[in-house]
């Protein structure tokens, strides 16, 4: 029996070019819309928010873009990352599927985040930014840019959704420990915040609203830019770094997936997982490759919403992004998966999704929570609840493999650890947790906002 549990590359080998999608897609993505004149975006339109050099990545349709030697050198801090073979679930699963996970806990932070954080940080340095204004929902997206900026000397300002800001204290202090200053959103800090809090002074916050915060922030400032942590293209190009890891080290393993699965928030760090393996569906080497989005039953973007141009924030700052959206004033009920709680989907994904290259899947926060502690009493790992997710839909996945005998190859995106959500586990384990309902009036109320687009 094949016993092998760790794939691992050498330092040397950490990809030097992150791997761009938009040279392969067999039809362009749509236009990003200016939010006051509903026109294509310009750079300069952009720049406010942005350094040069991220908005030409987002737009960019050069297949590889070369990862800056500073960059890849932070990146040596915990990358290369490993791949695993999860024999231990497979047999309490008693399971002929092959299973295995890139795990992505192992940074700093505990996940995927700093791949595009430190990337983000330098590109503003760079151009003589000294101060990053951000949103975050779980915390785990500020305590990345946080980590980075304490990397990069550069001074960082986070906000923090109120729920999870309350939820959990640790990430604050993490933040605080690499340097940053962290404050609950909404806040006295910016109009957005000000507004939202006299009409409702309880407001659990919302992502959107925490990014309506971080950009009035950004362009009230001179030294100050703005970053996302998920959703635009720039931000999936550079997860692409574990995707590309992730190639190498399956064939290592002399394996190639029948189904990858992971969780999508705005859909970074899945799509930075895939992105490689969509290649080589779309250009017909793999064709019956399944890719599966994992997302939580109370907030369905790509489920239940539909294809459309949305802002990205609740204030409706931001450009419009044509993307699978519950609308921008949707504030999704609290589940513990902070970082999955986005009324939008990044613009790729929503393309693919739109093309039938991959597909998507809701679940339930109970459900997910069982098969969370299954990955924690087999693997060992302590996963956050996004990945939760994705753990969910490989062991039905496995489990269907045991019905009808098929030995199939599965690959999960495991997108970090759970190490500062132990009050989520500890609601779990005495039986405080609950599911949400498909919250479809709230819904259908918010996507009468959606704004109204025609495209010349
Ligand atoms: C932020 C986060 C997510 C969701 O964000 P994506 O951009 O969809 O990847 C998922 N898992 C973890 C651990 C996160 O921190």
Redesign the pocket.
């Known amino acids: 029996m094949d016993k092998r549990t760790k794939f691992v590359l050498d330092e040397e080998e950490i990809p030097r070019y992150w791997y761009n999608i938009q040279a392969d897609l067999p039809k362009p993505l749509p236009p990003v819309l200016h939010p006051g004149t509903g026109e294509p975006i310009t750079p300069d339109d952009l720049a406010p928010l942005f350094p040069m050099e991220l908005i030409k990545q987002e737009v960019s349709t050069e297949r590889w873009i070369e990862v800056p030697e500073e960059v890849r050198d932070i990146y040596r801090m915990w990358r290369p990352t490993t791949l695993f073979r999860a024999h231990r679930l497979e047999k309490a699963l008693d399971t002929p599927a092959k299973i295995f996970y890139k795990y992505e806990g192992t940074s700093p932070p505990g ?3 700093p791949n595009t954080a430190v990337a983000q940080a330098y590109y503003n340095k760079q151009e003589g930014i000294k101060r990053i204004a951000t949103e975050t ?2 915390g ?2 500020g305590s990345a840019l946080s980590f980075a900026g304490a990397c990069l000397g550069l001074e960082i300002k986070v906000y923090m959704v109120r729920i999870s800001y309350d939820q959990k204290p640790y990430r604050r202090i993490m933040m605080e420990a690499w340097g940053a200053k962290c404050i609950p959103s909404p806040s006295p800090d910016t109009k957005a915040g000000r507004d939202m809090l006299a009409k409702d002074p309880d407001c659990p916050g919302s992502l959107g609203l925490a990014i309506s915060e971080a950009v009035e922030d950004a362009v009230s400032r001179d030294d100050t830019h703005y970053a996302l ?3 635009l293209n720039h931000v999936l190009l550079h997860q692409t770094i574990n995707g590309l890891e992730t190639k190498e080290l399956m064939e290592k393993a002399d394996a190639y997936p029948d189904i990858i699965v992971g ?8 799509a930075g997982l895939y992105l490689p393996f969509v290649k080589d569906k779309i250009d017909g080497t793999k064709p019956d490759l399944r890719i599966i989005n994992v997302e939580p039953a109370s907030c369905p973007t790509v489920t239940k919403g539909p294809y459309a141009y949305d802002f990205g924030d609740e204030a409706g700052l931001t450009p419009m992004i044509k993307m699978n959206t519950l609308g921008h004033g949707f504030i999704p009920p609290p589940v513990h998966a902070g ?2 709680r986005y009324h939008g989907m990044a613009s790729i994904i929503s393309h693919l999704h739109r093309l039938g290259l991959v597909e998507a899947r809701a679940e339930h926060q109970l459900a997910t929570f069982k098969a969370g502690v299954t990955f924690a009493r087999t693997e060992g790992i302590i996963s ?1 609840p ?2 939760m997710h994705a753990i969910k839909v490989v062991i039905d996945e496995a489990l269907k493999c045991k019905e009808t005998g098929e030995s199939k190859t599965i690959l999960l995106a495991h ?2 650890h759970g190490h500062v959500d132990m009050a989520a586990y500890d609601a779990y384990f005495s039986g405080k947790l609950r599911d949400y309902e498909y919250p479809k009036d709230k819904i259908d109320e918010s996507l009468e906002q959606l704004p109204k687009v025609s495209i010349k």
């Not at 969780?263 to 899945?270: D, P, R, T």
């Open positions: 996940s995927h985040k929902g779980a785990q997206w942590g998920s959703v969780c999508i928030g705005g859909g970074s760090n899945f970082g999955l956050a996004e990945p997108s970090g």
